[in-house]
């Protein structure tokens, strides 16, 4: 069967220092995944099992292009993220063999609409529109698990303009890196090309245009992002 019209290419991520690019399935996101973000968002933390939601492929930003603020949205919220990226998949994956599932990590944002998150929880709506936005989601290269193994404590760390605005370790995830493949496994059949961002520490706070952003994990990368 011939297609329709042409696709549209493979979103393709960069890998640090290298010249291959890692193709991207689908994107994974976890919500509240912090205790004192989730404090500073109104909820109580605890133990239940992790949700998610899901931004789209072509929402990845690459290569420290500028983030262009987003129409019909007067409040936009910065998010930093430890992200994994998948080299296998399966479903009903035990916590115990997640992390061989792992291709490597990045640093993330997640780009929030927080006034149109605000108004579709009011009204018990999805976060569609509010999440998977175009560009709403800033990534790094790929740092792979081959060269720095699968980190259990990192700082994790934003600035805007020079000023701290968040500062936490990935050490304080409710929910760490295997257990929340093995979480999205039971309800998603996932596969090679699967990105999966992990939540965000406190701190998270508006950008406006002009703003200069840099985030980083110690022993991951840095990634630089303007906002346009």
């Given at each position: 069967?011939?297609?329709?019209?042409?696709?549209?290419?493979?979103?393709?991520?960069?890998?640090a220092d290298e010249n291959?690019?890692f193709?991207?399935r689908?994107?994974?996101c976890v919500?509240?995944?912090?205790?004192?973000?989730?404090?500073e968002?109104g909820?109580?933390?605890?133990?239940?099992?992790?949700?998610?939601?899901?931004k789209n492929?072509?929402?990845?930003l690459?290569?420290g292009?500028p983030?262009?603020?987003?129409?019909?949205?007067?409040?936009v919220h910065h998010?930093v993220e430890?992200?994994?990226v998948l080299s296998?998949g399966?479903s009903?994956?035990?916590?115990?063999?997640?992390?061989?599932?792992?291709y490597?990590y990045?640093?993330?944002?997640d780009?929030?609409?927080r006034?149109l998150q605000?108004?579709?929880?009011a009204?018990g709506?999805?976060?569609?529109?509010?999440k998977?936005?175009e560009?709403?989601?800033p990534i790094s290269?790929i740092m792979p698990?081959a060269r720095?193994?699968?980190p259990?404590?990192?700082?994790?760390?934003?600035?805007?303009?020079?000023?701290r605005?968040?500062?936490?370790?990935?050490?304080d995830?409710?929910?760490?890196m295997?257990?929340?493949?093995?979480h999205?496994?039971?309800l998603?059949t996932?596969?090679?090309?699967?990105?999966?961002?992990?939540?965000?520490?406190?701190?998270?706070?508006p950008?406006?245009?002009?703003?200069?952003?840099?985030c980083?994990?110690d022993?991951?990368?840095?990634?630089?992002?303007?906002?346009?």
């Open positions: 069967m011939q297609p329709l019209f042409t696709p549209p290419a493979p979103i393709l991520l960069p890998i291959t690019g193709p991207v689908r994107v994974y919500g509240r995944n912090y205790a004192d973000h989730a404090r968002m909820h109580e933390p605890n133990r239940d099992p992790p949700f998610f939601f899901q492929p072509d929402n990845l690459t290569g292009r983030f262009p603020y987003p129409a019909h949205s007067a409040e998010e430890f992200v994994a296998k399966g009903d994956i035990a916590p115990d063999e997640a992390l061989s599932h792992v490597g990045a640093v993330g944002i780009f929030t609409r006034d605000a108004a579709a929880k009204a709506k999805p976060w569609t529109a509010a998977a936005f560009h709403s989601a290269a698990a720095i193994g699968h259990e404590k990192a700082r994790i760390w934003l600035d805007v303009n020079g000023t605005r968040q500062a936490a370790d990935i050490a995830m409710t929910w760490g295997a257990d929340i493949i093995a999205a496994s039971r998603f996932l596969a090679p090309g699967d990105v999966i961002f992990t939540g965000t520490p406190a701190g998270v706070g950008v406006t245009r002009g703003d200069t952003i840099t980083g994990i022993g991951i990368g840095i990634l630089f992002v303007t906002v346009a």
